[in-house]
């Protein structure tokens, strides 16, 4: 089955800077990723998600890329403000397959 | 459009015991999956309902099972508690079979 690994596992970046989280995964036949931010109390909230069929998506401070070749997809937020601190996960699936979680960035942005 | 609805919220139950969770997802999503989040194991996939058939299932004992009803409405329940089962559970509700949006879940403490 899928197999995600997830790293790092925290990360503390300075309020402005960028983060980058990076993932991979095992099965060659996924297809879907999305990107998922947990706050405490809260369940994980879908942030972006990317298809393989596109290597790179973008919405305002936060992309995606995909790199189907390797296996691994990697999140990245720009100008990070201390309301992007929380949990985030990947996550990778393939058709009619439960989905596989990371196992979570801890992002400290510090003001 | 309201978001998945999950009850009760908080559950302190006693070893040996059973529960039952609840799971309203979106309007008009017909699939549901359910998640255990702990610290140490992640988010792991329980099982996933679609018009209500099992359709895919993860690697947990019998003593958890599910059901859908016809409002696609969902339970998990879990039989003869264990301390290790003290999680916090998500659902999530997805209209196609990938982007899924999760509840808040309910944490569930076992003493």
């Known amino acids: 089955g899928e197999n995600v690994e997830q790293h790092p596992s925290t990360l503390s970046v300075q309020e402005g800077d960028s983060a980058v989280i990076k993932c991979t995964y095992s099965d060659s036949a996924s297809n879907y990723f999305p990107w998922y931010k947990q706050e405490l109390g809260k369940g994980p909230q879908l942030i972006i998600d990317?298809?393989?069929?596109?290597g790179e998506k973008k919405d305002q401070r936060i992309a995606v890329t995909l790199n189907k070749t390797a296996k691994h997809f990697s999140l990245h937020i720009t100008e990070t403000q201390p309301e992007d601190s929380a949990v985030y996960f990947c996550?990778?699936?393939?058709?009619?397959?439960?989905?596989?979680f990371g196992a979570g960035t801890r992002l400290t942005v510090k003001p | 459009k309201a978001g998945v609805t999950q009850t009760p919220r908080y559950l302190i139950k006693t070893r040996g015991q059973q529960v039952t969770l609840s799971c309203s997802p979106i309007s008009g999503h017909r699939s549901v999956s359910w998640y255990q989040q702990t610290p140490g194991q992640g988010l792991q996939f329980l099982f996933e309902?679609?018009?209500?058939?099992?359709?895919n299932k993860g690697n947990f004992p019998g003593r958890f099972s599910g059901r859908q009803f016809s409002n696609s409405r969902s339970e998990m329940n879990v039989s003869t508690l264990e301390l290790g089962d003290s999680a916090l559970y998500l659902c999530a509700s997805s209209f196609s079979q990938e982007t899924q949006y999760f509840g808040p879940g309910t944490r569930l403490l076992v003493l």
């Open positions: 990317i298809r393989s069929n596109v």
């Open positions: 309902y679609f018009s209500e058939t099992q359709r």
């Open positions: 996550a990778a699936s393939s058709n009619n397959n439960d989905m596989r």
